[in-house]
């Protein structure tokens, strides 16, 4: 069964299951672990196995006894005791034959049932532990990668977990079997198959290796040549408007070319391998006749003796054929498990906090109380170590003292830190990309830990609050603007599940983003393909602007919002963007300076110092970067 | 269908033919062997053959295994040949063909669905070609001559045949039949989750933002499900296959003992030949499972092959057949006349509206307006990258349609809002515009679009190589590149489609500069946000829901056109007050 998969994050490099698993006990051990509910099932699954190869094995040994003690003597003679000791044998076999085709239909049906299950657990556990890694985890994996996890390496382990498992284990009984029958019935003619099998094993190996060599060749030069797709298709409006049609073609065709001559020598060589395989194993079979024959006819062996055996050959070689085959997949979906545990071992995102935020029934009063519906108003609840409560209002007050920050731990991104944010109070951020704006907003939610110095949240330090908690307090309308698969309506829902249609409504027409929603094909149910392809940026921060606005949270971040938008729509949403702010400490980043003008204190960011801070007007004054900034003397990018 | 893939044997027709002719060779050896083995045994031991018999069947026997090695390893190597070399044309094929889309075309592809169609859909089709000349040829030969050798040892005997070959074809046929369907629902269950996935890891900020994990894992357990109840639905038909196989070998097997062993007991029939007799029926039968196997990969690769004809049956929107291959563009005036514009051909979905423009030659015009104005659409019509649905346009005195493409992108050089930069030096990228530039012209035109500067300071200046896409240069420095590229054309107009909307304002000027002093008698138009980008324009067009709202000079257009004058106020108040 193959699959088709869509090129997510590119289908460059060509698949990506070429490594060979590091640590192959452990990561069976694992898979099995998958499978502990299972394991009584599994039981039945290796009895019924053990069945259905010896069923097959016992059925060609009787082969001997029905020639040699009925038929042979039974030929022109009339013995009437004989001839239902055949009707017995064949009833026996027949029997014999039935439990083994009912044990194969056994061990299979249960076997999907197993694997389709432990592949439900696998992806399970992997999804619920990508969502707990730290943004640090998505910093250094692309998506392309995170992706294969998922399309590529639990896809292999699904074939081979529904194929290749249980006709390994087949193929090992059936091996074993019949080796030891065949051992019972001539040690000499055995010692010929050990010897084909040897050669058989040679041809594998030397075959086998070249055509590894040839795949490994064979692959860089499909990467080669996906990658050039992949580049020239995503150029194929700048080539169409420089004509170069030709000269791309020509490259093509190069590469193409190279790819036909490794693919053709590393394919020659994995098409022939059966056919000499199978064809060894006919020689195989002609030596055993011919031997077999004269010994026959030395009276060495019997006659039932000798067909049975080359019954058997033709029964040992082709399991083996398949072992050999599928080894290969067999260490692929191993590499792929290991590429998936290695996830499942990451380190989640590291939260000790215990203040949690809770709705409460008004926070200006002296008196909090607790509510259980949503009132608007939240309360800080921290449980103290002698088992008092203290509630503490949410306001929005922040304060960044002494912050030092790198992604990495030899490179400082932000250096001493240090600012204070009154609730209601909006605060913009200015400078070059760069010079750490982003990763102010991202210290503030937690993306990332602050080793230097520290945030708090209205007087709480921001570790102690519960990760959820925090960010619950927090919305964001993040740099780039990604949106989900599913209606504009559950998408701006996104901010708050519970939120009424009327309230989506509402939320977009704040952010101006009704209008063109309702010329959209079903307007609100209208369904975002593929990160919200259809519509442009533009449109797309405005979703972000409204998905933002309906979390009605007390801190609101807006990262580059609106750079998309154009300066005309942006003074319309002006005043939506007003109500918005209104009452909610915010933190504003844009390179747009008509978008920060209104803030209370404009920072000035340069390689990650506050170099300049005040408001527009004080900024002016100064004459410094922010007024050289203005002035459109620098790159704001 | 796939008789329109196959011209894409080509030179490769010869090893095509000779794949399944060496298998027929192959299969027929084979069918030999057990024959041979029931005259041994018949004549050889039980006979009067004796030994010099037997040496002499069984050498020949082992002979025939070794020709028919040979055949199996040509067989092989000619179906490597030409599976590879069938799979190059057609991804020649369909590469060269994509060459001759026009935007409308790449457009209702997507660029990610024809990656697909040349990568996944064409290796698919690869792997089913191989597997159809080689098995799709020895499973039917396999069965009919295992048949015949079994009908021509003993006739009688045979007509379990009769029985065991519709018993075990027909239960593959249902099997296969059901499980097709379950097949498919399985990979489209699967493709939502993966789907859902991407979603997820694209989000993954939004999704922490947010608090949604429980969310999401809800989503994602529910589709999680759906898969595994699918798959459990498709493979447990499927599993049927194996028993059932076994199950019909096994009772003709224990026919044939039963009914061949009493013809052996009454002298009509030989031991050697029973046990012959044996091999053929498993023979049989094995291709017949072999048989239904090759139908359902042929069954699942029909997607592909079926989306890769679509892609080379394309017909492109526009051509140049009906143009004049002598004639050049004379100079750079512009002329839209009457010019409707829609990209679905619908008149009701009018992107541009009765668009009537005059521009001379040598001017140059700016161009502004709201986010999805339609300004772009009105640019691309130029270079005739869409074609227009009423109207002409008259680019040097001639409508667009009656010069060669290539004639009339040489002359109008276009640079993109997303533009896209290739793997290779800086030097190679921007010889692109012309590709027997020396030096020194490369030189004048980065110089031109203010990108000499940067490019010198970088290690290894105009030989630094650019990853794809251009990744290790800046959103400004790769919009000069750009522009830099098209200049390098030298042509008679120029178009820049909002293309320095991340460099500072301070280079953005030098840009405009450079273009006054060295484009003299070259048409520019500039699509910008910032009107300071336009303001020293000829004149502005001011674009409103896809019609003009306005045609003039900056300080006409202040006085009149309300539009442009809220659009320089949005942006002034922030600056332009304190200066």
Avoid: C
């Amino acid at each position: 069964m193959s699959k088709q998969q869509k090129p997510v994050g590119g289908p460059m490099g060509g698949p990506k299951g070429m490594g060979k698993p590091t640590n192959i006990w452990e990561t069976v051990k694992r898979i099995a672990s998958y499978m502990k509910e299972d394991r009584w099932i599994l039981l039945i699954v290796f009895i019924t196995i053990i069945f259905s190869a010896l069923a097959n094995v016992i059925g060609i040994s009787f082969l001997q006894v029905i020639i040699d003690d009925y038929l042979a003597p039974l030929i022109n003679s009339d013995d009437s005791a004989l001839m239902r000791g055949f009707i017995t044998v064949i009833g026996v076999v027949s029997i014999i034959y039935i439990i083994g085709a009912a044990s194969t239909y056994i061990f299979n049906r249960l076997m999907v049932g197993v694997s389709t299950r432990t592949l439900y657990k696998l992806r399970v556990d992997l999804f619920k532990k990508m969502e707990a890694l730290p943004i640090k985890y998505y910093d250094t994996h692309t998506h392309g990668d995170s992706m294969s996890l998922y399309t590529n390496d639990i896809d292999t382990l699904r074939q081979v977990l529904s194929n290749s498992v249980t006709n390994f284990v087949t193929s090992l009984i059936t091996v074993v079997g019949v080796f030891v029958m065949m051992l019972v019935f001539s040690w000499q003619l055995t010692i010929i198959v050990l010897i084909m099998l040897a050669l058989m094993m040679l041809a594998v190996k030397t075959i086998g290796g070249k055509s590894a060599n040839y795949f490994v060749k064979q692959q860089q030069e499909l990467g080669r040549v996906n990658g050039y797709i992949e580049e020239m298709i995503e150029g194929q409006k700048v080539i169409k408007v420089f004509s170069r049609q030709d000269k791309v073609i020509e490259e093509f065709e190069e590469l193409n070319e190279e790819l036909r001559v490794n693919a053709t020598q590393a394919n020659t060589f994995a098409n022939i391998l059966m056919p000499i395989m199978g064809n060894l194993s006919y020689m195989l079979y002609a030596i055993t006749a011919m031997i077999g024959g004269l010994f026959a006819i030395m009276n060495a062996l019997t006659l039932g003796t000798v067909i049975a055996f080359l019954q058997f050959t033709r029964t040992f070689s082709m399991p083996i054929v398949q072992i050999s085959q599928q080894l290969n997949a067999v260490l692929t979906a191993l590499a792929g498990a290991e590429r998936i545990f290695k996830v499942i071992d990451e380190k989640p995102e590291f939260d000790q906090g215990h203040v949690t935020m809770v709705a409460v029934e008004d926070n200006q009063s002296d008196e909090i109380a607790e509510s259980d519906q949503r009132t608007g108003a939240f309360a800080w609840k921290e449980v103290k170590e002698d088992g008092s409560t203290v509630y503490t209002p949410v306001q929005g007050k922040v304060v960044f003292k002494d912050v030092i920050f790198g992604y990495d731990k030899d490179k400082t991104v932000l250096n001493n830190i240090s600012l204070y944010a009154k609730p209601g109070q909006k605060i913009a951020f200015v400078g070059s990309t760069g010079a750490g704006k982003t990763t102010i907003t991202n210290l503030i939610n937690r993306f990332y830990d602050v080793p230097s110095g520290n945030i708090s949240i209205d007087g709480i330090e921001i570790n102690k609050i519960k990760k959820p908690d925090l960010r619950r307090s927090l919305s964001m309308v993040l740099q780039d603007t990604h949106l989900f698969t599913g209606t504009v309506m559950e998408n701006i829902r996104y901010g708050r599940l519970d939120a009424t249609d009327e309230e989506v409504i509402a939320a977009a027409k704040l952010a101006n983003a009704d209008s063109f929603i309702r010329h959209l094909q079903d307007g609100y149910h209208t369904v975002l393909k593929s990160d919200g392809g259809n519509l442009s940026q533009g449109q797309r921060q405005l979703l972000a602007i409204a998905r933002a606005a309906i979390a009605e949270t007390p801190v609101l971040i807006l990262d580059e919002a609106t750079s998309s938008i154009d300066t005309r729509t942006e003074a319309l949403i002006q005043k939506g963007m007003d109500r918005l702010m209104e009452g909610k400490t915010s933190f504003i980043i844009a390179h747009r300076l008509s978008t920060v003008r209104s803030a209370n204190a404009i920072m000035v960011l340069e390689h990650g110092e506050i170099i300049e801070r005040g408001d527009h007007d004080q900024l002016i004054e100064q004459k410094g970067k922010y007024y050289q900034l203005s002035a459109g003397m620098f790159e704001l990018t | 269908m796939i008789k329109k893939l196959l011209p894409f044997l080509g030179e490769y027709k010869r090893e095509t033919i000779l794949t399944p002719l060496m298998v027929v060779g192959e299969v027929v050896l084979e069918l030999m062997i057990p024959f041979l083995m029931a005259r041994i045994v018949d004549y050889g031991i039980l006979g009067d053959g004796g030994m010099p018999y037997t040496i002499r069947v069984g050498s020949l026997m082992i002979v025939m295994a070794l020709v028919a090695l040979i055949f199996g390893a040509l067989s092989g190597k000619y179906a490597a040949i030409s599976g590879m070399g069938f799979a190059r044309n057609i991804r020649s094929g369909l590469f060269e063909k994509i060459q001759t889309y026009s935007f409308a075309n790449i457009d209702k592809f997507t660029t990610a669905s024809l990656v697909t169609r040349l990568t996944t859909d064409i290796t698919n089709t690869q792997n089913a070609f191989m597997m159809v000349i080689r098995m799709a040829v020895r499973a039917p030969i396999m069965l009919v001559g295992a048949t015949i050798m079994a009908v021509s040892i003993n006739p009688q005997l045979s007509l379990i045949f009769l029985i065991s070959i519709p018993v075990l074809s027909v239960t593959l046929y249902l099997i296969g039949k059901h499980a097709h369907p379950r097949f498919l629902d399985m990979l489209e269950k699967y493709d939502t989750l993966n789907e859902k996935v991407q979603d997820f890891i694209v989000n993954i900020r939004v999704v922490k933002a947010f608090v949604r994990e429980d969310h999401e894992e809800e989503k994602f357990v529910a589709d999680a499900k759906k898969v595994r109840d699918a798959q459990l639905s498709a493979e447990k038909l499927v599993v049927l296959n194996m028993p059932i196989m076994q199950l019909t070998i096994y009772s003709s097997i224990v026919a044939i003992i039963w009914f061949g062993g009493n013809m052996v007991i009454q002298g009509t029939f030989n031991i050697g030949e029973l046990s012959s007799f044996i091999m053929y029926i498993m023979q049989v039968l094995i291709s017949l499972m072999m048989i239904s196997m090759i139908f359902i990969m042929l069954i699942i690769s029909r997607a592909s092959f079926s989306r890769i004809v679509e892609g080379l049956e394309e017909k492109p929107v526009l051509d140049d057949d009906d143009s004049d291959q002598t004639l050049d563009l004379n100079d750079g005036s512009i002329i839209f006349n009457q010019v409707d514009f829609s990209y679905n051909q619908d008149s009701n979905n009018l992107v541009l509206k009765d668009i009537n423009l005059t521009i001379k030659s040598g001017e140059t015009v700016g161009i502004i307006g709201g986010t999805g104005s339609s300004k772009t659409t009105l640019v691309q019509l130029i270079p005739r990258l869409y074609d227009v649905l009423n109207g002409e346009i008259i680019v040097g005195g001639h409508n667009v349609k009656d010069y060669q493409l290539k004639t009339l992108r040489d002359q109008v050089a276009m640079v993109l809002q997303n533009n896209v930069l290739f793997t290779g030096t800086i030097k190679d990228n921007l010889k692109w515009g012309n590709e027997n530039a020396s030096d020194q012209e490369v030189i004048e035109a980065a110089k031109a679009a203010q990108a000499h500067d940067f490019i010198v300071s970088l290690p290894n200046g105009y030989d630094t190589v650019l990853g794809q896409g251009g990744v290790n240069v800046s959103g400004g420095q790769k919009q000069r590149l750009t522009i830099a590229r098209a200049l390098l054309k030298k042509p008679k107009v120029v178009i820049l489609d909002d293309s320095t909307s991340a460099v500072d304002t301070a280079t953005d000027a030098a840009i405009r500069k450079a273009f006054n002093e060295n484009l003299q008698g070259v048409t520019t138009l500039i699509i910008a946000q910032r009107v300071t980008s336009v303001s020293d324009a000829d004149k502005i067009i001011v674009i409103d829901d896809g019609t003009i709202n306005g045609f003039d000079t900056h300080d006409n257009l202040l006085k009149t056109n309300a539009i442009y004058r809220e659009i320089y106020q949005s942006q002034s108040k922030g600056v332009n007050d304190h200066e």
